[in-house]
Structures are given as C-alpha cells and as structure tokens.
C-alpha cells in the first residue's frame, strides 16, 4: 500500500508560476506517477506523467511547454511545476501511481492522492 500526498497549490494570478508536490510514503512509486486535474463541473484529465525509475516523461497538449513533471527518487516526491498559467488550469490536481502503460486512463492507476486545489485568476 502507497499513500500519495499533495501539496504546493494555491491561488495565483495568471501568468504565475506554481510547483506541485506528490509525497509518497508506506512503499515507493508503481511504474509511473501521474498528475491529472479536475475543473468545476468536468471530468478529471490527464496532465503529466514520468517512469519513475526511468525518468522519461509525457505531458497533456494543454501544459506541453509550460510544465515539467520530475521526480527526486531518494525523498519518494514528484513535481509538477507550471507556468505560466492561465484561468483556465483553474481545478483540483490529483496525483496518481501505477504500472500500466496507458498513462492518460484513469482507471489504471491504483492509488490516488486527495488532491490540491491550484486557482488563476485573471
């Protein structure tokens, strides 16, 4: 059993630049590590994700370019740093941990953390 806490959210004015943190404990990350997030009223969305022991990483259309997923193996913590931010990366970030390959699925991570809330005003 994993336990996933997040920390690092806010509320920001756009433009700003925010660093998630993704704390495991109990055992180390599965496979992979994602972030996913949930705006009001929609359904939660793949953001990022990296190979834990590899390092390599995988990013949504919407962050490509304005975030970095990465990870610090010897403290069981993963990233995610955006910037430049905008209204619209107003939602809940989650973060997940498990082995399948199919990284933007939801349904394949097995543990999930509670979540931090990130706001942008404009």
């Known amino acids: 059993q994993v336990q996933l806490v997040e920390s690092g959210g806010g509320l920001v004015q756009a433009g700003a630049s925010l660093r998630l943190s993704c704390a495991a404990s109990?055992?180390?990350?599965?496979?992979?590590v994602a972030w996913f997030r949930q705006a009001p009223g929609k359904e939660r969305v793949f953001v990022a994700a990296?190979?834990?022991?590899?390092?390599?990483?995988y990013y949504a259309d919407s962050v490509k370019g304005r975030s970095t997923i990465s990870r610090h193996n010897a403290k069981n913590t993963v990233y995610l740093e955006m910037n430049s931010l905008r209204p619209e990366d107003t939602a809940v970030y989650y973060c997940a941990t498990g082995s399948s390959v199919r990284l933007m699925w939801e349904n394949e991570y097995d543990y999930w953390g509670q979540g931090t809330q990130v706001t942008v005003s404009s």
């Open positions: 990296i190979s834990w022991s590899g390092g390599s990483t």
């Open positions: 109990g055992r180390t990350f599965s496979r992979y």
